[in-house]
């Protein structure tokens, strides 16, 4: 597959850049497979990793290394462009706002990134627009930056249709009926459906979205998590997604505490929706037994504000019992096929 994110193996599938771990749950009493692609283990924790590089791809022979890029970012997107940029001796500015999580804050400045925090509301729920705002005044100041704008290069959902998708369908050999990706940008979600739409696999795909976000469609409103929702519709998805389902950071920071209760996974919150999502599907429609994630990024950034009780508790969130009936019985990595000399997934 051209420009891959991935290289194939000879004669076996492609070798994956981050792991599938399944879970065996029991579902009042029905079986059901939860299948997690963890996304944090990418080079800098996240599924940005792999935006961070198509984007660089394709705005690199426009850096001026002198003036440098900038770009909006709730932190891990950031974090990947920062280690870019640092690699090739460019100055990197990140336009962040008050809910980035301090770790990804540190980490960018650990990579001598330059972090600008925008602290107006947009009036829409959120601090992008803010943000764009001020990117598009950095511009007009100093022409010679690049903005690679994650928010509407083509980039960056290729970077998921050639590689984040069909790594995950060689992963999971086509099992999961359903496949629930979250949405901030929408470029991941487009990528998906792209794929969906050449490849054919056998997916439902679902764009999963937090209660207040305006990225598939409706009116925007208070947001609380970040790394998942906007304050205005995705450029990728202009006319929204069918297939979507809206969390509440409740329910998405409940089902959290329940991975991390029971299987010592981690996660962010973006992930957190996601798999809240999977088992209230899991309840609602005990013939779909195989619901797979792709978890766009760990814990670790979140531990003070997800998995703090005082951060919950000053931000009103009280968590949902989301996993109630819920059992985890069993867990392990999906099993490889005998390589068949094909090269890798269909």
């Not at 979600?189 to 409706?218: C, H, K, M, N, Q």
């Amino acid at each position: 597959m051209p420009d891959s994110e991935f290289q194939a193996l000879p004669g076996g599938p492609p070798a994956p850049l981050t792991p599938v771990v399944t879970f065996q749950l029991s579902v009042d009493g029905l079986p059901g497979h939860l299948w997690l692609k963890l996304e944090s283990h990418n080079a800098h924790g996240s599924v940005k990793d792999r935006t961070a590089r198509a984007l660089w791809r394709d705005v690199a022979e426009r850096i001026d290394p002198d003036a440098g890029i900038i770009e909006s970012t709730s932190g891990n997107l950031g974090v990947a462009l920062a280690a870019l940029a640092a690699s090739h001796g460019v100055p990197f500015t990140a336009v962040m706002d008050p809910r980035s999580p301090a770790s990804l804050v540190a980490a960018i400045r650990a990579l001598r990134g330059h972090v600008i925090t925008v602290d107006r509301p947009d009036g829409a729920g959120g601090y992008l627009l803010s943000r764009l705002a001020h990117i598009r005044e950095r511009l007009a100041a100093q022409p010679r930056l690049v903005w690679p704008n994650q928010y509407a290069n083509p980039a960056n959902p290729r970077a998921h249709t050639q590689g984040t998708a069909p790594e995950l369908r060689a992963q999971t050999h086509g099992r999961p009926a359903r496949v629930l990706v979250a949405v901030s940008t929408g470029g991941t979600l487009a990528g998906f459906r792209d794929y969906l739409t050449a490849a054919r696999p056998d997916w439902e795909l679902i764009g999963v979205d937090i209660t207040g976000s305006a990225a598939l469609g409706g009116p925007p409103g208070p947001r609380v998590l970040s790394g998942i929702g906007a304050s205005r519709p995705s450029a990728f998805l202009p006319g929204g997604y069918r297939q979507a389902v809206h969390v509440s950071p409740r329910d998405a920071v409940g089902a959290c505490l329940w991975l991390a209760d029971t299987t010592g996974i981690t996660v962010g919150a973006s992930s957190g929706a996601l798999i809240a999502a999977a088992l209230r599907m899991f309840r609602a429609g005990p013939g779909r037994t195989d619901i797979a994630c792709l978890c766009p990024d760990g814990g670790d950034h979140y531990r003070e504000t997800v998995y703090s009780p005082r951060w919950r508790r000053l931000n009103g969130i009280t968590p949902t019992d989301i996993a109630r009936g819920i059992h985890v019985v069993g867990a392990g990595r999906p099993p490889v096929p005998t390589p068949t000399g094909t090269g890798g997934a269909p």
